[in-house]
């Protein structure tokens, strides 16, 4: 609630102060992998309110569907740098601008199933207070997600396991004394 909240706030700022007031950058951020992408941006001053939307676009490493977890930290240095408290927020888009689903509620954080092939880009909200700007720090991950033929090789795989102490257990039940000899 907290998330939709910011964002609807946001773009009712951005709208209402036009686009000479905006400060909007693109940035390529590469493929994403199991390596941590971890990078500071600055936010170059404006008129009050100096609202700026970022885009950093990303592709996905592989052929599966990827758990990607982004998050947004805000650097603040007195009156110099510094973004506005609840005017801060993180999402993930497609190339079509539609907000993916996101599976926290956290405005800072992003947590959600990708799929290859598409283009994405996570899109940073929010409004400089500081004289100099603003500046924060963006960090994300992808992990693919098993296919469920992986998921069945494990089930049964612990399923064996399962049934041969099992029946290693029945064994020693029924011969305390252990197994006879054979000649």
């Not at 951005?14 to 941006?41: E, K, P, V």
């Not at 001053?45 to 947004?72: E, K, R, Y």
Request: glycine letters at 12%; aromatic letters at 10%.
């Amino acid at each position: 609630m907290k998330k939709l909240a910011a964002t609807a706030i946001g773009t009712a700022l951005a709208l209402s102060c036009g686009t000479a007031q905006s400060a909007n950058s693109s940035y390529d951020i590469g493929t994403l992998g199991a390596t941590l992408f971890n990078n500071t941006f600055a936010v170059a001053p404006g008129p009050f309110p100096n609202i700026f939307l970022d885009a950093h676009t990303f592709d996905l490493n592989g052929s599966l569907p990827s758990m990607v977890q982004g998050n947004i930290k805000e650097f603040q240095f007195g009156s110099l740098l510094d973004i506005a408290n609840g005017m801060f927020s993180l999402g993930v888009f497609d190339s079509s601008n539609n907000q993916v689903t996101d599976t926290n509620l956290d405005p800072l954080v992003f947590q959600g199933t990708l799929n290859p092939g598409n283009d994405y880009y996570f899109g940073v909200l929010g409004m400089t207070t500081g004289s100099a700007g603003g500046a924060y720090s963006l960090s994300a991950i992808a992990q693919p997600v098993p296919e469920a033929e992986t998921w069945a090789m494990m089930v049964a795989g612990l399923g064996l396991l399962g049934w041969y102490f099992s029946s290693r257990r029945r064994t020693a039940e029924e011969h305390p004394e252990g197994l006879p000899a054979t000649a």
